[in-house]
Structure formats: structure tokens, C-alpha cells
């Protein structure tokens, strides 16, 4: 069977791509052809350098293009217009519903994982879906050899972010699950056994575990294990759990790691208060314009120096760290308003009304936001409590903080 995939999303053109490739090429045990579109050459050739598949320019003309794919492509064909460009895509599937070919669709994850890449996304969110019918010969098991093709950590990302992708790589090797469109849904585990550790189950495999960040604290030892699943509503067993990985029982760690997260209004333009970033604000940064005042930074940084330091509380060192951590994704995804260099509540009130105009400002704390209210800043910026926009994660966002759960034990225990 020939597998033909699309190059040339218009947005995350390259990620989209590689994860149709290798997704077409596990389910259906072949290494696809990517047509691309002149503009996505770059993606192509990094897709053939990285993957070592073909590739192939299609002409501007659409009937040129119309030729073309009707060389390529037969009854025996599979194509997938998931990630080309609108006019190749209906191309696609034109000369697919000619020939009688297969249509098959990658479905892409948002919320945070967006800008993630499979495998750096897990299998069981990135499903494949054939259009009216399924082609014969569809893997009951995946063969690794396509994840494998790429490393198990990505670069040139935030380090919590890396670390949740190579959690979700070393899922995508151990379960080997093809997960196809209305397939079963899988369940999702962390178990945490106090002085041994948290695990990550998928299906009941472990496909990952880490030792406590530091023993000690948590919840009563009479209890051997705390489990808590994707599905399960953020009720105390969700708190025994992270009090167990991290000594830490705090409505703020719950909500750094994702298990409640910000519903905000696409196309509007937020600055983030440093009490935002406590609230989760990086779970998502990619999906929306934020601004980081200068005044976060300093504030992170006092931040985490002292909590370095030996106070009571385990939450006290866990906290601050996870902070940075989670300042470096908004960091990478946000614009930047320079302030003084002392507390947020102090010096926003101060910045240059140019640069607010028109954001809506989030923070977590009422009494600065009353502050706030008595100062000219409401004359040219919305404020708003973040709180007040707090939803409880479901189905892929859940997912992801589970995975980002493992992924910060992880960074803790080492750090």
C-alpha cells in the first residue's frame, strides 16, 4: 500500500506534518510520501532528513496538482490531507474519492499541547480516523521503529515542557496500542506509594515512575497507595496523591500542574501578574497573546531564592521551583512590558499605559486587585481574578496534567 501525506498547514506547519507521517506510518506499517507545497519546503526537507522519507513539490497550478496526484495515486492508496495545505487537501481527496482511495485524518490536540508534536503528544490523543472505510492490513500492535526515528527528548524547548514530551515518549514505547478513531478510550493512572514513588500507568503498563522529590510530610502512612485517573474529578484522592509525590498539599500545586486551568477568550491580549503563574497560566501560554511585565521576573526570581532556603514545609521549596519552571514556558511564549524592578502590585500601576492598552491584566490576588481599582490603571487595561475563570481540566488537558505531574517529580527529584 502506497501512503501519501500532506505538507503545508498554515499554521505549526511542521509539527502537523510529522506527526500525520509517523502516525500513517505505525498504523499502516509504511513509510509515507510527503507532497508539499513550495512555501513548506523546509518542513519537507527536515522531514526527509529526519525520517528518511520521500518528497515531493506539487506545482502551483491545480490542475497541474490534479495530474499529479492521479499518478500517485490508486485504489490501493491511503492519503492523508490532515496537514496540507487547503488547496492541496481538497485535491487530495478529490482525486481520492476518484480513485476510491482511503481517507484517512490525524486528529490534533489543543489546549497545552499545542505546538507538540507526536511523539511528544500520547498516542491515545493524537487518534487516527479513516473516512468511510478502513484499508486492510491495520496494525493490532505498533511497532516503535517510527517514534524511534526521533530523539527521546526534544530541544529547544522550556524544560518542563521537554520533560512532559519525553513522558509522553516513553509512553508511546511502551504501549503499543494503535488507537484508531472510536477505539476505546485507555485509562490513565498515577499511583504513589509514600518512600517509594510515582508512577504512570497506561492501560495498567508502567511506563514511567520516579522517586519522590523527598520523603517525608504527605498524608497518613496507614495508606499504602493513592491513585488518582484521567476522568476523576479534582477530590481529595488528587490531593493525597501530590501530597504523597511531593510533601506538598496546596490548592496552588494542583493547579500549577494543571489539574484546574484558565478558560481565556482567544483573540484578546492578557499580562500576566506573578500570582497568575501560581493560578497555571503557562498550562496556556501557547495558546494565547500574553505579556510578562519585567516585574514577574524579579518577583520569580526573589521567589526561588528563598525558597532554596531551609524554611518548614516542604511546600515552600517545591512551590518556588515549580514557579520557575513554569515562568520559563510563559516566558517563551509571551511578549515583554518592561516595569521597575521590585513587586508586581507596586510598579504595574506605573508602566507605560501604551504598552497595557486594550490587555485585560490577571492576578490572584483580591486585595492587590482592589489596589489596583483605586489607581488610574483600570482607566486603560481591564483586571480581572483569574480565579473567577478557573475550570476544572477534562479529557486531553487532563491528560496533560497527569503527564506534566510525572514530568515535574522528575525535575524536582533531580534538581
Not at 481538497?90 to 489543543?110: C, L, N, Q
Not at 479534582?234 to 493547579?255: I, K, V
Not at 520559563?328 to 524592578?341: C, D, W
Request: charged fraction near 25%; hydrophobic fraction near 40%.
Amino acid at each position: 500500500m502506497r501512503v501519501i501525506v500532506g505538507v503545508g498547514a498554515p499554521s505549526h506547519t511542521y509539527e502537523a506534518a510529522v506527526s500525520t507521517v509517523l502516525r500513517a506510518w505505525e498504523v499502516l506499517g509504511e513509510r509515507p510520501v510527503a507532497i508539499y507545497s513550495p512555501f513548506a519546503r523546509g518542513a519537507a526537507e527536515r522531514l526527509r532528513g529526519e525520517l528518511g522519507i520521500e518528497i515531493v513539490e506539487t506545482p502551483q497550478d491545480f490542475g497541474e496538482l490534479l495530474r499529479l496526484l492521479r499518478g500517485m495515486v490508486d485504489g490501493e492508496t491511503a492519503v492523508f490531507p490532515t496537514s496540507a495545505s487547503l488547496a492541496v487537501a481538497i485535491a487530495m481527496t478529490r482525486v481520492a474519492s476518484e480513485k476510491d482511495a482511503y481517507i484517512g485524518h490525524v486528529y490534533f490536540p489543543f489546549g497545552p499541547w499545542t505546538g507538540l508534536h507526536y511523539p511528544y503528544v500520547p498516542r491515545f490523543v493524537q487518534r487516527v480516523l479513516f473516512v468511510e472505510r478502513r484499508p486492510p492490513g491495520l496494525r493490532k500492535e505498533v511497532d516503535p521503529e517510527a517514534v524511534r526515528s526521533l530523539p527521546e527528548k526534544p530541544s529547544g524547548l522550556p524544560e518542563l515542557r521537554a520533560e512532559v514530551a519525553a513522558v509522553s515518549y516513553r509512553s508511546n514505547v511502551e504501549v503499543g496500542e494503535p488507537y484508531l478513531y472510536n477505539d476505546r478510550e485507555p485509562k490513565i493512572c498515577l499511583r504513589c506509594e509514600p518512600g517509594r514513588g510515582l508512577s504512570l500507568y497506561v492501560d495498567g503498563v508502567k511506563v514511567d515512575s520516579v522517586d519522590t522529590p523527598r520523603p517525608g510530610g504527605g498524608p497518613d502512612r496507614t495508606l499504602k497507595q493513592y491513585e488518582h485517573c484521567v476522568g476523576d474529578g479534582p477530590g481529595s484522592n488528587l490531593y493525597d496523591l501530590l501530597a504523597c509525590a511531593f510533601s506538598c498539599r496546596n490548592d496552588q500545586l494542583a493547579s500549577m500542574l494543571g489539574y484546574m486551568v484558565p478558560r481565556l477568550e482567544q483573540g484578546r491580549k492578557y499580562v500576566v501578574d506573578t500570582s497568575a503563574l501560581y493560578r497555571g497560566i503557562h498550562n496556556v501560554a501557547g495558546e494565547h497573546d500574553l505579556l510578562v511585565p519585567y516585574c514577574v521576573h524579579v518577583e520569580v526570581l526573589h521567589a526561588l531564592a528563598e525558597g532554596i532556603r531551609d524554611k518548614p514545609g516542604h511546600c515552600n521549596v517545591v512551590l518556588p521551583r515549580l514557579l520557575w519552571l513554569a515562568y520559563e514556558v510563559v516566558r517563551a511564549h509571551s511578549g515583554y512590558v518592561p516595569t521597575h524592578p521590585y513587586k508586581c502590585d507596586v510598579v504595574l500601576p506605573t508602566a507605560d499605559p501604551e504598552l497595557l492598552k486594550d490587555a485585560t491584566l490577571l492576578a490572584d490576588d483580591r486585595r492587590t486587585i482592589d489596589a489596583w481599582m483605586r489607581t488610574a490603571l483600570p482607566r486603560y487595561v481591564g483586571i480581572e481574578a483569574i480565579a473567577d475563570r478557573m475550570c476544572a481540566a477534562t479529557g486531553p488537558t487532563h491528560v496533560y496534567a497527569v503527564f506534566q505531574t510525572v514530568a515535574t517529580a522528575r525535575l524536582l527529584a533531580t534538581a
